[in-house]
């Protein structure tokens, strides 16, 4: 089975500055789907960014861009003039293009932005 | 255009007991999805329903079963509570002929006593 490895429980930034959390995950398929989402105190789980491995250009949408490293099988997220709204876990996911729709979760971080 | 909606929000029941959660897809969507979440982890895979039946499900007992209806949506039926299955459940849900990311509800949160 696919793993998501989160090695960074908490992390914290100061608001206005850039904040990147860690992802790896362990697979022997070539051809899949990574995701970030975001879960406020609200607890409903917000879909932030995605990349598809056969696409070598890095996934951006606004203030956050991932660097994706299919080689080394990592998939950060990068999150740039950070806000106060930005605060909650965020989750990074896999899913196969092959055997299935099974999202496979990270355990999270929980990022603080600092006023 | 509604989301993903999920009911009831909170539940307690005891020990022994069965519970019945609900779940309405996301309009356009014909695939759903169910995670159970413990405090302070990642949503781990129930099972996943489309076209009315079971397609694939994860390393969970028989004690959780499901069904999906006609009109997509879903319900998660978990017997024999124990302690254990507090959690926050998710529904997520999907379309298999659209676009590969799933949605979410904003879950239902169900305490054991």
């Known amino acids: 089975a696919q793993t998501v490895t989160q090695s960074q429980p908490e992390m914290s930034v100061q608001e206005a500055e850039t904040v990147t959390l860690s992802c790896t995950y362990d697979?022997?398929?070539?051809?899949?789907?990574l995701f970030w989402y975001k879960q406020p105190p609200s607890r409903q789980m917000i879909l932030v960014i995605r990349?598809?491995?056969?696409?070598?250009q890095n996934a951006t949408e606004n203030r956050f861009s991932v660097n994706f490293q299919k080689a080394a099988k990592s998939f950060s997220l990068k999150i740039s003039d950070s806000q106060l709204g930005d605060a909650a876990m965020y989750f990074c996911?896999?899913?196969?293009?092959?055997?299935?729709?099974?999202?496979?979760f990270g355990t999270g971080t929980s990022l603080t932005v600092i006023p | 255009d509604a989301g993903v909606t999920q009911s009831p929000t909170h539940l307690i029941k005891t020990r022994g007991q069965q519970v019945t959660l609900r779940c309405s897809p996301k309009?356009?969507?014909?695939?759903v999805s169910w995670y159970q979440q413990a405090l302070g982890q990642g949503p781990q895979f129930i099972f996943q329903?489309?076209?009315?039946?079971?397609?694939q499900r994860g390393n969970f007992p028989d004690r959780f079963s499901g069904h999906q209806f006609p009109n997509y949506s879903s319900e998660l039926n978990v017997n024999a509570l124990l302690l254990g299955d507090s959690a926050l459940y998710l529904c997520?849900?999907?379309?298999?002929?659209?676009?590969?990311?799933?949605?979410f509800g904003p879950g239902t949160r169900l305490t054991v006593t």
């Open positions: 997520a849900s999907s379309s298999r002929t659209g676009a590969y990311e799933q949605y």
């Open positions: 697979t022997s398929e070539s051809d899949y789907y």
């Open positions: 990349q598809e491995a056969y696409k070598q």
């Open positions: 996911a896999y899913r196969s293009a092959i055997t299935g729709n099974q999202f496979y």
């Open positions: 309009s356009g969507h014909d695939t």
């Open positions: 329903y489309y076209e009315e039946e079971e397609r």
